[in-house]
């Protein structure tokens, strides 16, 4: 290839990187990173950058410094996809079989919702080499993105429970506004039932002459294909209320409450104002005290936020419903509360 072809082709490949550099400035508002993208693109095309350095700085500071950028650029880039772009995870239990495995890795989109930005060096791929400082997620910004979080998107969210950096993966049931209630097994979202999705699994036990004994899981398409005689002697394994005792939230629902018989309970939306009671600040207390950083506490049937006396509330984030697709052995909203929209990572992209 001539010098003078090449010379073109790296000029063209530098306009059209830096064409979709000036659409990222655009969107992000990030001039920093706009540019250090520019200088990694130089680097590999025009190389105008190494050029200007070489007639300006001795050869031994010149070589340092050019062959650090080798180092430095490819961590850069790695950086920057995985803030911006996708990011891989392992699925840490069975909440979503049949779909994905425990152990399976995953890639999320973080374009679809909008790349968060970090709040800290902490929060920046391998920034927790550097610093162990913690952040408070409620004051995250979160980049314009393509499309809204619909209910039945499989997304990745982190754990917004204190001392914990679990991420989980689950699907949207509940948006925020939204009414949700479970009976014998069936959702129902502001008092209309929902479709089950073929993907959904459950637990089933086999009937006989002595009782009940333990059954197996099937997914809506396997039960289907079962049998009929074999349809007719298993059923869902369904827990009754004051039958036994789950991990539900809120824990004062535990004896009322369980996977199969849930709610109603509404679902926080931003700018949404509630009238506190003391029969729904349980549902509602750890929300309120995430987003204020602040302490609830109740004396005699009155509610206080820190030491200040409220009746009610305004909402500064939306909150989602989330649950797993194997309904009977997953730890989700039934469990762990509404998920604030702050701790979303992205939207499942693939898995491999």
């Known amino acids: 290839m001539s010098k003078s072809l090449k010379s073109n082709i790296s000029k063209i490949v530098f306009i059209l990187f ?12 990030l001039f920093i990173v706009s540019l250090l993208l520019v200088l990694f693109i130089d680097c ?28 430095i650029f490819p961590i850069g880039l790695a950086i920057f996809f995985r803030i911006f772009i996708f990011e891989i995870y392992s699925i840490p239990s069975s909440s979503m079989e049949r779909i994905l495995s425990k ?43 393509f499309e809204k979080i ?21 699907r949207i049931i509940g948006l925020p506004g939204e009414t949700i209630q479970i009976v014998n097994s069936n959702v129902s979202i502001n008092e209309q039932q929902q479709e089950e999705l073929s993907t959904y699994v459950f637990d089933y036990i086999t009937k006989d002459t002595k009782g009940f004994i333990a059954g197996k899981t099937y997914s809506n398409t396997e039960y289907k294909k079962l049998p009929l005689q074999v349809q007719q002697k298993i059923t869902r394994n369904i827990h009754l209320p ?13 004896f009322d409450w369980t996977r199969d018989f849930y709610g109603p309970i509404t679902i926080p939306k931003k700018g949404n104002t509630i009238q506190l009671t003391m029969e729904n600040i349980i549902f509602y207390e750890e929300a309120i005290a995430l987003e204020t950083q ?23 984030f939306n909150y989602f419903f989330v649950m797993g697709d194997n309904r009977h052995f997953s730890n989700d909203s039934r469990a762990i509360g509404f998920v604030p929209e702050y701790t979303i990572q992205g939207k499942l992209w693939f898995s491999f």
Do not use: A, H
């Open 18 to 29: 830096f064409g979709l550099i000036i659409c990222f400035f655009i969107w992000s508002r």
């Open 242 to 254: 004051k039958t036994i005792v789950e991990n539900i939230f809120p824990k004062e629902k535990v």
């Open 150 to 170: 619909e209910r039945n998107d499989i997304i990745v969210f982190k754990s917004f429970k204190k001392n914990s950096s679990k991420k989980f993966i689950k």
């Open 103 to 145: 152990g399976e890795m995953i890639v999320i989109n973080k374009l679809d919702y909008g790349p968060k930005m970090p709040n800290s060096i902490t929060e920046v791929p391998f920034g927790s080499l550097f610093s162990s400082e913690k952040t408070n997620d409620t004051t995250y910004n979160r980049l314009s993105g």
């Open 294 to 316: 602040k302490t609830i506490s109740i004396q005699n049937d009155i509610i206080y936020l820190d030491n200040e006396k409220i009746n009610s509330y305004t909402f500064l």
């Open 44 to 71: 590999i095309s025009t190389q105008f950058l190494y050029k200007f350095l070489k007639r300006k700085l001795t050869k031994n500071t010149y070589t340092i410094i050019k062959y650090s950028t080798y180092l």
